[in-house]
């Protein structure tokens, strides 16, 4: 395992500690800083390793939010209904990744942006399984305090992160991430090689929607409501490619150290500037993309100096 | 009747949808940037209509003339300086700094001119034609005459220029453009100043029919994203052809699926379309 | 009459010991890689010059030096008198000089003649005089007018290279620096190059060119230059340096055609 | 956030607001509203606490027109910035959502502007809305049209897909359909619909006497310009809540008359009330002096949301989350938005929604009876 | 060399059209195990085109490839480099950000299935060394020269174990001593038992090692015979070779 590997995993079980200082509130954000973690990791399978760039994330966190909100309606418990929004959006992932992955570039964007939309409408339509636009309510836990239901669902997000980040692990060291790394340079060259990569990228596509849908099926046991417009929001895919970019793009490490510092700006930018806290982070990732161009990895080799002058090397 | 009427609104539509997609087009197809602060371009756009109306009774006609150059010059000096920092950087990183752009220029129009909706009423109204039972909204009618006429300067520029060519240079080969003697930097920055341009006069011609809103934007990006993809990237012909076709779906969509399927469809039909034929209606085979 | 002669002087051959490219101890690489070390070298107006070396030499690095594609670390480069050491590839080509770069970089979705319009982009002239040029293109290469409305990109290597060849004429050269001339072309269409190139050099442009066949290259030019590990090892006329026994051994081998 | 007054003296008041986002228009409203009487409240010398008076001090948050963040906002305020008490955040979805924070925390939360009934049926204890059920608008309307227009047999409905829009329309379904009207189109439209020709040439060919439309001010704006451009005309012309609003009036123009609404206040109403602000005519004048322009149900019932607090603490004599729960639970007074009662699910059930139509470019109250201005009008053009 | 009856490749009335451009047309041609076989003919004459045919890169629009007894007209590129088609891109496709050595390691992983990176790694040191490129095995490909970067593309195509290997023009842009290095890789690979079909405009070569040669010209088959014997044919020399090197050739004897 790399060094920065094993970083990674002390980074993560450090952050497990986080209920013996937080309050409830720190412990919600903590929960969302797990689970844009998971994004943004998972983003990082298709879109760092196989240089695919997704914005599906937000189609399959609203899939797994639905998935596990209807379940659970029906009396299915929490882990079951997890468990069912993992693996049916491993498998539609997978199955749609094989049709959407034949795209390059921009088409590729652009087609997965659409999954977001119409999955949305899908769902917004279906009004007698989902609520429509009425929203869907998912039963309270009932019984625990206000803290122990919030120190549950930390740990239940974190525990997701962990999985997610053994599995991309796993998946960077094996033969898999090999070949997506083989796709990203040059797609013919790797078929000609032998390497049968839509079958490569539509598991690249399913992984990485599958840990999406679990995060989102227990982000609506958490919220207790969900409605589409709220789980299919395109920042959902936006943010874990800002995330990934500032951590720096492929490196696990990278992508979850740039979804904490990312919430982390965007909580206290909120917090601070009411009136045009948009605005604000705004200017603060173009500052990030203008300086610090190869992400937060970067940083501790001397490469930010050729990241400030811009001077590189030039091949024509 | 009805069918008919469908079609007539559709053909309308189609064209400020084109109207709407063609700067962006332009921006993605030639400097390989999906810009996401269009939308909010256009909205800039429709303000300045508005305010020119409401403040100086000026005309929105003669708000075109000044929304071209001065959105130019906008375009032309974030893109010089500031897109063009980043733009050999990969697809996403151009993609996120323009998300960043957005959120500031939605975030000022928010602050400056506060949320709610405002509307360009004409006074006296331009009213509509009808023609039997067939009915033709005269504003609608002028702005698809003003977008096809944009339209068609811009194809103008682009075929038969040689900074048009330029353009198209630029972006399929970078540095073999520089061996050329084509100034590279420029021409980007014409290119994304050009985007610009027409945003605004999109813009302009929207807030005509449109509330406007700076929280528009998005549907507005929305619908240049389809139609691009429809039309075929950077073709000009391709964005008018791509908004017809949308407009076509979206009306006949909502008239036998109900209106609230009608977006769903459109969708449908984009990926449909990025999986059969990437490179769009009229785009030319062989574009990336 | 001349051929490619929209800017040249007056149609009177220029001076032959006139310097069309004077080098002296040009430095240049790729970021912290030095490639070139000190490269002293002279291109005549109205020769053709060749450049041969083994691969990885430096030879295509030199061209994009020349070209003002990459800068120069050190070193002097003057054209006809003017000092050319800071200039941009733009100046580059207003002064004249001209490269067909290593592996055609043609603009794939454009057609052919759009392509060749491109290498006129930076001359000012009209568009029946840039008409008249493309027909001569289209005459040297008749297979480009059979195709010119057809994506670059699609082309065969081949037909690529004539494209590639053909766009650097329309910039209208007064030296044209071509890398790796016969590089996949038919045994046939190199033929036809080297009459075409004799043709525009007696019409008094000044040719460089990198070329890997050493009997052709040596053949055609009037002065050759070697190199190897990014310095000049030897220099004399083309018919001298084939008849240099270390010049065969390391450059010609021994399989016969 | 806010500016720290010194802890003792200070009631703290958390309000997540959409102050960004598609919503934002509505933020606008809910701050004047809150604004409005923590001036008064303080001006008054703040609210009187078992003798003791407290300022008045709100807490504003952005929530970015997105639900789980309203929801974050909600527990942020209860947990970081210490707040007393809760307004909700705008609508009946997102109200929804936070409300849960509010019943864990056990922090009496009044919501504004939350009036579908799925809000309340999660008998939450300390969730308490100021908006009657849907259906208190939709019926009177039909027995209005009814009454007025016996030859309306056809209405056609279209709801933006959305809670509230969405909800309202089905209940004027319901109350068409009970009422023997034909309901001949029943559509939704997607939020973010750029255009409405198609679906508009469709109702059209339909010949509907009564088109009932939904949405947010945006999607009303334009459904009404386009209903123009298509010169569609029907007897009645209904749409929730765009007339409600000035800024619909304002944009509409010409075509705004005729046009018919209801809502759940009207500052035409004319209550004689006990709170902070005393009687309607007052409150109108209070707000037009403060923000020169009309105050609108969404106004006024952000206002109410504090003065019902203030009535409620003082009556309690302390700050006592539970205690001002019970208050509010017990309530029972008349205010400038009329008489105030809550339900056993927390849902105020005292009111009646006026029904108002525009005319020569004001908003004319047609129902009840008590405070009618004028008669109602057919024809829409 | 050749063994009649033993046929490792053959196309029945292979086509192919990029819209309206008849690139290949009714193209017939068999391989043998052991041959090396030239396939020449001017630029445009669809060489390349042809190889990517039967790689099912570019899948043919009618007729019929099989290879070993076995249709692969339909077949999927990588399914082909399984079963040991391997080739050589004219228009070199390196993974650009890896080194030589797992660009050459990629392609003894993936074709041959079981291979783990470890093993895949080792072999490919072995075709580096076999095509010299030991020295820049840890530098990226994106940095070599052309004509190192065509020696890798040479190796990934070893790395794969190939039964049937297209050479599309691996000779270009190289100077004669080179050329010659090069053909006495090729002479072994062949002495080797991997049957080559080389595509390739250097004349010299082609006569050096191929033991037949195919001429296309406009994407049909106008000669395949030996090699003496094409380079006199007339077709051959008005299409592809030229007068002047008919006469040296003559002139040679
Ligand atoms: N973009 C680059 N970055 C770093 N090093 C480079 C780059 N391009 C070339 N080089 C190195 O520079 C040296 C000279 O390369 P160059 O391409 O100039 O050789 P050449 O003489 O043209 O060879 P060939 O005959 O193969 O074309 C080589 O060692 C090569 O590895
Ligand atoms: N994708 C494509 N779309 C359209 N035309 C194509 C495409 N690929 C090849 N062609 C055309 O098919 C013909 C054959 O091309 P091919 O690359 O096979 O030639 P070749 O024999 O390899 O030539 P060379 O020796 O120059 O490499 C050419 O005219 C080329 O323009
Ligand atoms: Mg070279
Ligand atoms: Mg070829």
Not at chain 1, 69 to 94: D, F, H, Q, R
Not at chain 4, 34 to 40: G, I, P, R, S, V
């Amino acid at each position: 395992m790399t060094r920065t590997n094993i970083a990674l995993l002390v980074l993560i079980t450090c952050v497990a500690a986080l209920p013996l200082f937080g309050d409830a509130y720190a412990l919600r954000l903590g929960t969302m800083a797990c689970m844009y973690a998971i994004f943004a990791l998972s983003w990082n399978i298709v879109g760092g390793f196989a240089g695919y760039p997704s914005f599906a994330t937000a189609a399959f966190f609203g899939l797994g939010a639905y998935t596990t909100g209807i379940l659970m309606n029906k009396g299915v418990p929490l882990t079951l209904s997890l468990l069912g929004s993992l693996v049916l959006c491993l498998l539609l992932a997978a199955a749609l990744g094989a049709v959407l992955l034949r795209l390059r570039g921009h088409y590729f964007a652009i087609a997965s942006l659409s999954l977001v939309e119409v999955f949305r409408e899908l769902v917004n339509n279906a009004t007698d399984l989902t609520g429509g636009g009425m929203g869907l309510n998912i039963p309270l836990v009932s019984g625990s305090s206000v803290l122990s239901d919030a120190t549950f669902f930390f740990y239940a997000m974190w525990g997701l992160l962990l999985i997610t980040a053994l599995v991309v692990i796993a998946v960077s060291m094996s033969k898999l991430g090999f070949g997506l790394n083989c796709i990203r340079q040059n797609e013919t060259a790797s078929n000609m090689v032998g390497l049968n990569s839509t079958l490569y990228k539509a598991i690249a596509f399913g992984l990485s929607a599958c840990f999406v849908g679990a995060a989102g099926g227990l982000y609506a046991a958490w919220v207790h409501y969900i409605d589409p417009s709220d789980v299919f929001d395109i920042l959902y895919s936006v943010k874990p490619i800002v995330m990934a970019l500032m951590g720096g793009l492929g490196s696990p490490l990278g992508v979850v150290c740039g979804a904490f510092v990312y919430l982390g700006l965007e909580e206290v930018v909120w917090r601070n500037y009411i009136q045009i806290h948009s605005g604000v982070l705004g200017v603060l990732i173009i500052l990030l993309l203008l300086f610090l161009p190869h992400g937060l990895v970067s940083l501790h080799a001397g490469k930010i100096w050729r990241g400030l002058t811009g001077r590189k090397a030039k091949h024509v | 009747m009805l069918a008919i009427q469908v079609l007539i609104n559709a053909l309308v539509l189609g064209c400020l949808y084109a109207c709407i997609a063609i700067g962006f087009s332009l921006v993605w197809g030639v400097l390989n940037v999906i810009n996401l602060i269009h939308g909010s371009f256009i909205v800039l756009g429709a303000y300045l209509a508005w305010g020119a109306y409401n403040s100086l009774g000026l005309s929105p006609w003669y708000a075109l003339l000044i929304a071209a150059p001065a959105f130019f010059v906008f375009g032309y000096l974030l893109q010089r300086l500031l897109l063009n920092r980043v733009i050999t950087a990969p697809v996403l990183v151009t993609l996120t700094l323009t998300f960043g752009l957005d959120l500031i220029l939605n975030n000022a129009m928010i602050y400056y001119f506060k949320a709610d909706y405002r509307k360009l009423i004409l006074n006296p109204p331009t009213g509509s034609i009808s023609i039997f039972d067939v009915v033709v909204p005269v504003d609608r009618l002028i702005a698809t005459a003003s977008a096809l006429a944009l339209t068609f300067l811009l194809y103008l520029l682009l075929r038969r220029s040689k900074v048009g060519r330029a353009i198209v240079a630029v972006r399929l080969d970078r540095d073999a453009a520089v061996l050329m003697g084509v100034d590279v930097k420029s021409i980007y920055a014409i290119a994304f100043g050009l985007g610009a341009a027409l945003a605004g006069c999109a813009g302009v011609l929207m807030a005509l029919i449109f509330p406007i809103s700076p929280l528009t934007s998005s549907a507005y990006l929305g619908k240049a994203f389809v139609v691009c993809v429809l039309g075929g990237l950077g073709s000009v012909s391709g964005a008018l052809a791509g908004g017809i076709l949308l407009a076509l779906v979206e009306g006949v969509g909502s008239v036998y699926l109900g209106p609230a399927h009608a977006v769903t469809l459109s969708f449908v039909l984009l990926i449909i379309f990025l999986v059969v034929r990437p490179q769009g209606l009229l785009g030319r085979k062989g574009f990336e | 009459m001349p051929i490619w002669a929209s800017n040249m002087h007056n149609g009177t051959p220029p001076v032959a010991d006139h310097s069309m490219l004077e080098l002296n101890g040009i430095c240049a690489g790729y970021g912290e890689i030095q490639v070139l070390w000190g490269i002293d070298m002279a291109v005549r107006s109205g020769e053709i010059t060749a450049l041969i070396g083994s691969n990885g030499a430096g030879k295509t690095t030199l061209m994009r030096a020349l070209s003002g594609l990459i800068p120069l670390t050190s070193g002097k480069y003057v054209s006809e008198g003017v000092d050319l050491s800071k200039a941009s590839a733009a100046q580059m080509l207003a002064h004249g000089i001209v490269h067909v770069p290593e592996g055609r970089r043609l603009f794939g979705a454009m057609s052919i003649e759009d392509n060749l319009l491109m290498g006129a982009y930076s001359r000012s002239v009209s568009r029946s005089e840039l008409n008249r040029d493309l027909d001569r293109v289209y005459t040297t290469f008749p297979k480009l007018r059979e195709r010119r409305n057809q994506a670059a990109a699609t082309l065969s290597g081949g037909e690529q290279q004539m494209c590639a060849i053909g766009r650097g004429l329309m910039s209208a050269p007064r030296l044209l620096m071509i890398d790796e001339l016969s590089l996949g072309l038919s045994p046939l269409l190199v033929e036809q190059l080297v009459a075409a190139l004799r043709q525009l050099n007696s019409e008094g442009m000044s040719i460089l060119l990198v070329e890997q066949d050493v009997t052709t290259a040596l053949d055609l030019c009037h002065h050759a230059y070697i190199m190897d590990m990014g310095r000049i090892v030897r220099t004399g006329q083309g018919a001298e340096l084939l008849a240099d026994p270390i010049i065969r051994d390391a450059y010609l081998g021994v399989l016969e055609d | 956030t806010s500016s720290v007054a010194s802890a003792q003296d200070v009631i703290r008041f958390g309000a997540p607001l959409p102050i960004t986002g598609p919503l934002a228009p509505e933020a606008v409203k809910q701050q004047q509203g809150y604004d409005l009487w923590a001036e008064q409240a303080n001006k008054a010398g703040g609210i009187d606490v078992g003798g003791k008076k407290y300022k008045v001090e709100i807490v504003y948050s952005d929530y970015q027109s997105n639900t789980p963040r309203s929801v974050q906002t909600t527990e942020q305020m209860i947990t970081q910035d210490k707040v007393n008490f809760m307004f909700g955040p705008f609508g009946s979805g997102a109200a929804k959502a936070a409300s849960t924070i509010a019943e864990k925390y056990k922090v009496p939360m009044l919501a504004a502007t939350a009036s579908s009934s799925q809000v309340y049926d999660q008998n939450y204890k300390y969730l308490f809305g100021t908006f009657t059920p849907n259906d208190t608008l939709t019926t009177p309307l039909t027995q209005l049209v009814k009454a007025k227009a016996a030859d309306v047999k056809k209405i056609a409905i279209l709801a933006r897909n959305d809670l509230f829009p969405l909800a309202i329309a089905q209940e004027m379904e319901k109350s068409a359909k009970a009422n023997g009207l034909e309901v001949v189109y029943f559509e939704k439209y997607a939020i973010n619909t750029l255009d409405h020709s198609a679906t508009l040439s469709q109702i059209k060919s339909l010949n509907p006497q009564w088109v009932f439309v939904t949405g947010y001010t945006n999607d009303l704006l334009l459904i009404r310009k386009q209903m123009v451009d298509q010169q569609m005309k029907a007897g009645v012309v209904t749409m929730i809540a765009g007339p409600a609003y000035q800024e619909f009036i304002e944009s509409a123009g010409q075509s705004a008359e005729n046009i018919s609404s209801a809502s759940w206040w009207h500052p035409a109403e004319q209550y004689n009330g006990k709170d902070i602000f005393g009687t309607t005519a007052n409150f109108v004048k209070l707000f037009k002096d403060k923000y020169k322009l009309e105050p609108d149900y969404a106004h006024a019932s952000a206002a109410v949301c504090g003065a019902l607090f203030q009535m409620a603490i003082e009556k309690a004599g302390s700050l006592d989350r539970d205690k001002v729960r019970d208050e509010l639970a017990k309530m029972d007074v008349v205010t400038f938005w009329g008489p105030v009662k809550f339900g056993a699910n927390g849902q105020i059930n005292s009111l009646e929604p006026p029904v108002f139509q525009i005319q020569a470019g004001k908003p004319v109250v047609l129902f009840p009876d008590a405070i009618k201005q004028g008669e109602f009008k057919l024809g829409v053009n | 060399m050749s063994k009649p009856g033993h046929e490792i490749l053959h196309l029945s009335n292979v086509s192919r059209h990029f819209s309206g451009l008849k690139a290949l047309s009714d193209v017939s041609l068999s391989v043998n195990k052991g041959e090396v076989v030239g396939l020449i003919g001017p630029n445009g004459a669809g060489k390349t085109t042809l190889v990517n045919t039967i790689c099912g890169v570019t899948p043919a629009s009618s007729g019929v490839v099989t290879f070993d007894g076995r249709d692969i007209t339909r077949i999927k590129t990588y399914q082909s480099a399984r079963l040991g088609l391997s080739r050589t891109f004219q228009i070199v496709q390196p993974f650009a950000e890896f080194s030589a050595l797992d660009n050459v390691a990629a392609a003894a992983l993936f074709s041959q299935p079981g291979e783990s990176l470890k093993s895949a790694r080792e072999a490919a040191r072995v075709h580096l060394a076999f095509v010299g490129l030991d020295a820049q095995a840890n530098q990226s490909a994106a940095t070599l020269t052309l004509a190192m970067r065509k020696r890798l593309e040479l190796a990934k195509a070893l790395a794969m174990k190939p039964k049937l290997l297209f050479l599309d023009e691996v000779n270009a842009g190289l100077n004669s001593a080179e050329v010659e290095r090069a053909t006495k890789l090729i002479h072994q690979l062949a002495a080797d038992g991997i049957t080559i079909v080389m595509i390739e405009h250097l004349m010299k070569v082609v006569l050096n090692v191929c033991t037949r040669i195919a001429v296309l010209h406009n994407g049909k088959l106008i000669a395949d015979g030996a090699p003496r014997d094409i380079i006199k044919d007339p077709a051959v020399v008005d299409a592809y070779l030229g007068q002047q090197y008919a006469q040296r050739n003559a002139a040679r004897g």
